[in-house]
């Protein structure tokens, strides 16, 4: 696979500034009430710097002003909730990021404004953001055949669902709020359910197979509540939900009061920490305590929240009580320290001069510009056939080593890869192609044999200190580094450090994901993986097989199809797994990784391992880079890696799936949506330059075979003649 260069040449980042807009509106209420607004803007992407805030100023007394930061984000962008200020009965609201109007609107009448992204406020986000958001919720394959007909007053139109992953959605205009949106979802062009819309009521709207009605956030479409939380003194630790069934429903899950359900993330966000809670089919409430042993919060009452009030998402404070079931936020400690800002003074368009001084280039890391060659070592040339079998003798489920069968080892090594390394069909042949770096799959000692299938590709590792036998000695793999940076070329290792081989099971047989079981591992297992830290059973999580990828909890901390997943939150871990993947770039001089599984690493590994590898290396190889695979074709989960979890790159699944769609003819929307993502990638220590493109890889098949699967026509020279099948 080659990865091609990113966009940029440079990068000048340009932040507006807080502006006002005027909401001339008595407020009737009295002036003791405490009184909030929640006020969301728009588009704000990722991290929300520091003094992003809204202000409310009293019209009548410009000085009487209140603020809150932006404290929590949601789908329409982020948020703050404002207190009014004291007494006052007109009200001016700016944000920061939103250009200026004059519009009016009445706040009182809804407690929650919308800004547009020019600006307007509005008291329905549907008409800040002039659609309604039709989500389409189905399973299995049934996708491609559905169109919406939507009617709004005389006007009929039907649309495509437009496609994202497996995401089905339209977008649909909408010019008043007073008129109710008829939707039928359309199935091979019959009429499916119907349901009649006030766009008042919600801008995104999830409607499916398995519910009735329209559901109002994608949490409740997904049959889950979201809760995020506050605590004042960003000590989380112990802090749970326990949730139960009640009359109108409730969880899905088997919850003990000893063992609440814990945040998705121990990293708290701008918020705080967020829990998932599934639900059963058709609830209609979720009672819940959140608590801590057997300190509940709030002390004083159970917790019960309404689906259709608070669409399965609410910010809670520590210590409110949601007393009628609807309430979506409570008012947060953050109301805040940020200063009041007063509307900046007009700036001056700065000079060229000035404009070069302030930006610099964008920083490439050393594989920005590689092309790299992706190469699964036992497949591509036997170059020695005496380390086929190990050295052993015996059946394949011995030597694990059978070209006839592709589950099985075919004897490709690094004395093949290598060749005569100047000649030859080795590293000679990939330079010749243009390749500047070559990308190989783990090569490290494996649980050859597990049902019935070998570990050709190196992502079962026993033993992340030693060559697989089977590709040869470490003389062998000295002799294939040296080789590939004589030609000027660097190495990519494969790592994982999600999982190892499958050798811890459960005696009782249940490999449901589910609470922390004691696994086992057979007799001769005990001391079978390096480093010593992977023996150590307490280090791993032990809660079963991944069952939903969607759910954050399983994703993280269920075992890969079986494969033994690493409690990589643990400093002894993280440490462990630094000093050995060091060890190669010392001991060899590997130029970079790429990181198996990152999706399914805690969100707070790289930021910790990265940084530590980095150190362990800075003498010997300074430019090290990785880049991690995310199995996930969203630029905002993409992005969130780089930005916010440390990940220096990422494989860019989103360019993979939006160039197939590109080339297929399907749409042009979703590359162009990739691209003008590039600006979410920038850190201080990275940008897109660093993302690793691709159109196909060993998991998914090659490009013309996914052409093929996305509708490109059969006589489509590159679905079929070139790259087909
Ligand atoms: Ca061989
Ligand atoms: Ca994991
Ligand atoms: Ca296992």
């Not at 005389?154 to 109710?180: E, H, L």
């Not at 390394?421 to 190989?440: A, H, P, Q, Y």
């Not at 570990?455 to 000295?478: E, M, N, R, S, V």
């Not at 097989?545 to 690493?566: I, P, R, T």
């Amino acid at each position: 696979m080659s990865k091609v260069f990113r966009r940029f040449g440079w990068a000048l980042l340009l932040i507006a500034f807080a502006v006002t807009s005027s909401i001339q509106a008595p407020l009737a209420f009295s002036a003791e009430t405490t009184y909030q607004v929640v006020v969301h803007v728009p588009g704000v992407v990722g991290v929300v710097p520091a003094d992003a805030q809204v202000v409310l100023t009293d019209s009548s007394n410009s000085s009487n002003q209140s603020s809150s930061r932006l404290i929590g984000q949601d789908s329409y962008g982020w948020f703050g909730v404002v207190d009014l200020p004291t007494g006052a009965t007109r009200v001016k609201v700016s944000a920061t990021r939103v250009t200026v109007s004059n519009v009016s609107v009445d706040p009182v009448a809804t407690r929650e404004i919308w800004l547009s992204s020019k600006g307007v406020p509005a008291l329905y986000e549907s008409v800040a953001s002039l659609k309604l958001k039709v989500s389409l919720v189905t399973r299995g394959s049934a996708l491609n055949n559905r169109s919406l007909k939507v009617t709004i007053g005389k006007s009929v139109k039907t649309y495509k669902f437009n496609s994202s992953g497996t995401r089905r959605y339209v977008f649909v205009p909408i010019t008043s709020t007073s008129t109710a949106v008829k939707l039928t979802v359309l199935k091979n062009g019959k009429a499916g359910r119907s349901y009649s819309v006030n766009p008042r009521s919600a801008a995104k709207i999830w409607v499916g197979d398995f519910f009735s009605g329209v559901r109002t956030s994608e949490s409740w479409a997904n049959d889950k509540v979201t809760i995020h939380y506050h605590r004042a003194n960003g000590d989380y630790s112990g802090w749970g939900v326990h949730a139960w069934t009640g009359s109108s429903g409730g969880t899905s899950l088997s919850v003990s009061w000893a063992s609440p359900i814990l945040p998705a993330s121990v990293t708290p966000d701008a918020w705080g920490v967020t829990y998932e809670i599934p639900l059963i089919a058709n609830s209609q409430s979720l009672p819940i305590i959140i608590h801590n042993g057997n300190v509940k919060d709030p002390s004083t009452a159970d917790q019960l929240l309404s689906l259709a009030a608070t669409k399965g998402e609410v910010w809670f404070e520590a210590g409110s009580v949601n007393s009628d079931s609807s309430l979506r936020y409570t008012i947060p400690v953050s109301k805040d320290p940020v200063p009041v800002v007063v509307p900046p003074t007009p700036v001056t368009t700065p000079t060229s001069a000035q404009a070069s001084a302030l930006a610099s280039s964008s920083y490439r890391s050393s594989m920005a510009s590689e092309n790299i060659y992706f190469v699964m070592t036992d497949r591509y040339q036997n170059g020695n056939t005496a380390n086929d079998r190990m050295g052993l003798t015996g059946s394949r489920e011995v030597t694990a080593f059978d070209p006839t069968s592709t589950a099985y080892y075919h004897g490709g090594d690094f004395a093949g890869l290598t060749d005569g390394c100047t000649s030859g069909d080795g590293i000679n042949r990939l330079k010749e192609m243009g390749f500047t770096s070559v990308w190989i799959t783990p090569p490290f000692k494996q649980r050859y044999v597990q049902s019935g299938s070998a570990a050709y590709h190196g992502y079962w590792i026993t033993d992340f200190t030693d060559i697989d036998p089977h590709l040869g000695t470490k003389a062998d793999f000295t002799t294939f580094v040296d080789c590939v940076h004589s030609q000027g070329m660097k190495v990519v290792m494969d790592i994982v450090v999600n999982h190892t081989g499958d050798v811890n099971y459960y005696t009782n047989g249940n490999y449901n994901f589910g609470s922390v079981r004691t696994p086992q591992v057979a007799a001769g297992d005990t001391n079978l993986r390096k480093p010593s830290f992977l023996n150590d059973l307490t280090n791993y999580h032990n809660r079963g097989n991944v069952g939903d990828w969607n759910n954050k909890e399983q994703s993280q901390n269920g075992d890969f199809f079986g494969l033994d997943d690493v409690a990589t939150e643990k400093p002894a871990v993280i440490e462990g797994f630094a000093q050995a993947y060091a060890a190669w770039v010392n001991d060899y001089g590997i130029d970079g990784f790429r990181i198996d599984t990152a999706k399914h690493v805690d969100d707070a590994f790289f930021g910790i391992w990265w940084p530590r590898v980095q150190e362990l290396t800075a003498s010997t190889k300074p430019g090290l880079f990785a880049f991690g695979e995310v199995f996930d074709s969203g630029t905002a989960t993409l992005t969130e890696f780089v930005r916010d979890r440390g990940l220096p790159a990422s494989l860019d699944f989103a360019f993979q799936n939006a160039a197939v769609q590109f080339a297929s003819g399907n749409n042009i929307t979703d590359i162009t949506n990739v691209f003008g993502a590039d600006d979410w990638y920038i850190t201080g220590k990275t940008n897109a330059y660093n993302q690793a493109t691709f159109l196909a890889n060993h998991d998914m098949g090659r490009f013309g075979k996914l052409l093929q699967w996305a509708g490109s026509p059969t006589g489509d020279l590159w679905g079929d003649s070139l790259l087909g099948s």
